[in-house]
């Protein structure tokens, strides 16, 4: 049984366009995140999520959107494409922030 | 802002030695600490995490503490090929993992 899943694995797009991202874990935790990690490897903290709930919302750029219809699921939704989005985007799940967490299989982004 | 440093490497070491990866860290409340290695192309995964100070051996791993240094290491023995990877270092922060860079290591045959 997959803990944490991401669709889709791969997204090729064009510049402009709006896309999104979804994630689903059935390992019971609260707390769900999105971290985008770029070329030169850094992971870097989008969103947290618990409970439903906002409670992490890094220095992102309003054109990414969460949402997370139950503590199960976390969506991302990105709005006008640019190439600097171009990205490997994680899911990840933990029992509550600060433990341990799970990782989705990752979404290659590509922006052309 | 809360900061965890590693050395990117790449760490270069023969198979069968020891491998040593380094991370320190800034926040004197932190109270749990992961190590998590990272193939290419694929997720991060949990191989050790420590709580207290001192040593915790896994198999060939060991992750040490020292929170009055605040660093934290993780010693792979008997180096295999299949080790080669990227190790990052992740320690908790109120309430959030703080992420090291990454330590990129190649076992040579």
């Known amino acids: 049984d997959t803990a944490v899943s991401q669709t889709p694995k791969y997204l090729v797009t064009q510049m402009g366009n709006d896309k999104s991202i979804k994630c689903e874990q059935n390992?019971?935790?609260?707390?769900m995140y999105w971290y985008k990690q770029d070329s030169k490897k850094f992971l870097k903290i989008m969103f947290s999520?618990?409970?439903?709930?906002?409670?992490i919302n890094e220095t992102v750029p309003n054109r990414f959107s969460p949402k997370s219809p139950d503590k199960a699921h976390l969506n991302l939704h990105i709005n006008s494409l640019e190439l600097g989005d171009s990205a490997v985007y994680f899911c990840?799940?933990?029992?509550?922030?600060?433990?341990?967490?799970?990782f989705g299989p990752g979404t290659r982004l590509t922006v052309l | 802002q809360k900061e965890v440093e590693q050395n990117s490497g790449p760490l270069s070491v023969p198979e069968g030695a020891i491998a040593s990866l380094n991370c320190t860290y800034s926040?004197?409340?932190?109270?749990?600490f992961f190590w998590y290695r990272q193939y290419s192309g694929k997720s991060p995964e949990l191989i050790m995490f420590?709580?207290s100070n001192g040593d915790k051996e896994d198999g060939r791993f060991t992750a040490q503490l020292n929170k009055a240094s605040q660093y934290v290491s993780l010693l792979i023995r008997d180096s295999q090929p299949s080790d080669s990877a990227t190790y990052l270092c992740?320690?908790?922060?109120?309430?959030?993992?703080?992420w090291g860079a990454g330590t990129k290591l190649i076992i040579k045959p």
């Open positions: 992740a320690v908790d922060s109120n309430y959030q993992l703080i």
């Open positions: 420590i709580y």
């Open positions: 390992l019971g935790h609260d707390t």
């Open positions: 926040d004197r409340g932190s109270q749990s």
């Open positions: 990840a799940s933990s029992p509550g922030g600060g433990a341990r967490q799970f």
């Open positions: 999520y618990n409970n439903k709930e906002l409670i």
